[in-house]
């Protein structure tokens, strides 16, 4: 019985060290290294790295196989990239952020007694940039095909073992998800019976999606048979998705479920290349994208903190968490205040908000002894 106790006690022990470490450890790789998610996703893009592909290959390749085993990442969804370009030695971002369709006016949900738009359905629903981010990215800076770097997503689309967490996510949503006839028809596959989202384990199957993918590919095999270039045919797929069948389906699938795309809503979509947030900190370049992802607000903080000696404070004493706890409560309070639209809002609240004069301004307002 004391032998029993005594590895009770070292079990709830070792279980209480366990739950304080909440930092992931850090990964070294010799040529490379694939980090996402989703350990199959992560495969992809080590699958990716040994057949020869680059950094924005490997990827797009994990972009892919992760928002196709994702249901809150999934492709309907927007994409952000930094991508540090070794031929001009400059970092870059990818703005493939999804917008509202031009019907989605203040008028219109005040026509429909919503003082919002809603949270969930068609009406919800912006310009899926999840496909031109990647299709973009692959095309700019990558070096494979779109067929190879899909391959794995493709497979995934056609059948995996179903991880539990995004099973049961299916199945405590299931109320929601009934609301749509297509959402219930791939996300319930046990419709009618006590558990009608897949079990754990249970091989999940997507095959419109696969459907979707299999038409890039053709998109870009078609016209690499017609001599045009990698990236000339990767741009194919872009076009097939944003102009042609796809997003005629797209359009269809919407309106019938109420919502307001058109056609030219997608059409004239377009993924933004463009140049990133940076301060530094301590010598040290930090980047983030623009405005439209918050990503300014680590950078703001970053330049407060320059101004204390973190390190003597010893790391996560009580000073040292207040200390950044205030400098990112100063960060977001701007964020609240200044932040909008880069499509619409000046840009110069932006280069103030990240000078290190403002930072020593801000730093004034920073206490010890209260929040």
């Known amino acids: 019985m004391k032998k029993l106790s005594l590895l009770l006690t070292f079990a709830l022990i070792c279980t209480a060290l366990l739950a304080q470490k909440t930092q992931k450890p850090v990964l070294h790789g010799k040529h490379w290294m694939a980090i996402t998610g989703k350990p199959l996703a992560a495969t992809a893009g080590?699958?990716?790295?040994?057949?020869?592909?680059?950094a924005v290959d490997a990827a797009c390749a994990m972009l892919a196989a992760t928002a196709?085993?994702?249901?809150?990442?999934?492709?309907?969804?927007?994409?952000?990239?930094?991508?540090y370009n070794p031929k001009t030695k400059k970092v870059i971002a990818i703005n493939a952020l999804g917008v509202a369709p031009t019907g989605a006016t203040a008028e219109f949900f005040k026509s429909k007694d919503m003082k919002y738009p809603p949270q969930f359905g068609p009406l919800a629903a912006v310009t899926p940039g999840t496909p031109g981010g990647l299709l973009t990215m692959l095309a700019e800076y990558g070096t494979m095909s779109l067929k190879d770097v899909l391959a794995p997503a493709m497979q995934l689309a056609s059948g995996y073992p179903i991880e539990a967490q995004t099973a049961d996510a299916m199945e405590n949503g299931k109320d929601k998800i009934k609301e749509w006839p297509y959402s219930k028809k791939v996300f319930l596959p046990h419709l009618g019976e006590e558990r009608e989202a897949p079990e754990a384990g249970e091989i999940f199957v997507q095959k419109d999606l696969?459907?979707?993918?299999?038409?890039?590919?053709?998109?870009?095999?078609?016209?690499?048979?017609?001599?045009?270039?990698?990236?000339?045919?990767?741009?194919?797929?872009?076009?097939?998705?944003?102009?042609?069948?796809?997003?005629?389906?797209?359009?269809?699938?919407?309106?019938?479920?109420?919502?307001?795309?058109?056609?030219?809503?997608?059409?004239?979509?377009?993924?933004?290349?463009?140049?990133?947030?940076?301060?530094?900190y301590r010598g040290i370049e930090v980047y983030k994208l623009q405005q439209w992802t918050q990503g300014p607000v680590l950078l703001q903080t970053l330049n407060i903190l320059e101004n204390f000696d973190l390190k003597s404070m010893g790391y996560n004493s009580t000073r040292y968490i207040h200390t950044l706890y205030q400098?990112?409560?100063?960060?977001?309070?701007?964020?609240?205040?200044?932040?909008?639209?880069?499509a619409f809002a000046p840009e110069e609240p932006m280069k103030g908000l990240l000078s290190k004069e403002y930072a020593k301004e801000r730093m004034q307002m920073m206490r010890h002894d209260k929040n």
């Open 46 to 54: 080590a699958m990716t790295f040994q057949k020869g592909g680059n």
């Open 68 to 83: 196709t085993m994702w249901d809150v990442l999934s492709w309907g969804g927007e994409t952000q990239a930094l991508i």
């Open 210 to 280: 696969l459907a979707t993918l299999t038409k890039m590919v053709e998109a870009e095999q078609e016209a690499l048979k017609k001599k045009k270039s990698r990236k000339e045919a990767i741009y194919a797929a872009y076009d097939r998705f944003y102009k042609g069948d796809i997003a005629k389906e797209i359009v269809r699938g919407a309106r019938e479920q109420g919502g307001l795309f058109t056609e030219a809503d997608l059409a004239n979509w377009k993924v933004k290349i463009e140049e990133p947030m940076m301060t530094t």
């Open 327 to 342: 400098a990112m409560n100063l960060a977001f309070a701007d964020r609240d205040f200044y932040y909008g639209d880069p």
